[in-house]
């Protein structure tokens, strides 16, 4: 039996999660490609019609179906779900309702296909010139090629002390700087969760956030739902499962403005959160990644407790993607978790890469002016996709009040919206994210933030096309 077979048998058997790698044969050397964790609910998904034709049957492949879903397996025991250079054609999605186990959008899922790209979270921007040029002068001191500290080098954190100080009222909080904001949350999961811990989410939910906590053992993911109108987070429900939920979750988590929905949380609505919380004794973890990312006059703001760990990325704002850098800001009274923090970045990053942290410094310098100065021509995208969207009908599209998102409702027929995505990539060559991926079946996240507006005007035009397409004869390939 092939060592995969082996780990999918393994899978079958335990709830624990097993590692896979996917070995990538070129011109007979063998590549170790990829590695992902499958856990209990995962399942395949394949979106290519000649290897969907192979489901349930032989060929080459064949389907080991299992608790945890469909493994893909070649006759000779290798797995061959997934990507890579010889395999593009499937890719693997998660449990029950389509979540996704391995890097599904921002590596794999947009290599699969060719088209304009409206999918992944990314903004067109790059840093700024100014902070770029200063680096370029510092890649020769000793210091960058050294480890610096675990929670960043001082000046950055000095620097983001008063920025969060200034900008979000944060006064009492310390700070970690991380290699990304998503790191930050794996980081936090580890810090405050056991294995078999109860957290909540909200959907449609941030599909990194529900991974991170599914990889790190927690398996009691209570998904609450957002308000049918606005998707602002259910606090009803919050509420009551906090009062019921036996024991009380350790977690509850949201995204502000939200990915993927795009919609903002007004301030009272995360006042109410964060009391609930408190007063169950759950953790609050706010994502504020898309910080500076609001529109038509909204602001943003953060809410501070000894219950409430804040969350900020570089990427977006700066266009700092590949850089990375994120950052924690937590309470500077809760004794112990500063330790429980550095303990996990030093097993994992140690730090932040060096350099990285120096760009991120000068683009501060810039200034929130700076941001505001990038984003501010994106709601002209935006109106764009939504204009696109409008086949859809009224009261289809929602969320972009923030973020760089919308969220489209597909028509009822459409609950597998992984076909429509595959669909609209392969017929009309436009790349977008399906609503399953979010714990939303029947849905489509539209990204308005990667592309420079003639760019996406096109996309908009592809989109349109799409979705006209569908509505009046249906998926036909
Ligand atoms: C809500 C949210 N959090 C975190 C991230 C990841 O950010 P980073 O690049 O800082 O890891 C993203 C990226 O799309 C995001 O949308």
Redesign the pocket.
Known sequence: MGSYVKLAKRAVETDMPVMVKKYAHQHNHVNAAYEYVLCVGDRVFIPCARERALHGVGGDLFILKTHVGYVYMRANGGLDAGFGPKSEKCCVLGPGLSFPFFMFP?TAFFTLYKGVEIGE??VYWQPPKEALNKVKELVWEPSISRYGADEGIPELREALIQKLQKENKLVKSSVMVT???????VNLVLALCDTGDSVVMFAPY?F??YMSFQMTGVTNILVGPGNPETLHPDADWLEKILSEAKPVPKVVTV?NP??PSGTYIPDPLLKRISNLCREAGSWLIV?N??EYFMYDGRKHSCIEGDHVVN?F????AYGM?GW???YIAYPSGVEGFQNQLLKIQDNIPICASILSQHLALYSLEMGPEWVTEQVKDLVKNRDIILEALSPLGEGAVKGGEG?IYLWAKLPEQYVEDDKVVDWLATTHKVIVIPGSACGCPGHLRISFGGLTENDCRDAAEKLRRGLEDLLSNGIVQ
């Open positions: 921002y979270g990314v290699a990304g904001a998503n790191q930050a949350f941030y990194n956030a995204v939200g990915n994502d990644t898309y969350i990325s570089f990427s977006k993607m990375r850098v994120g973020a």
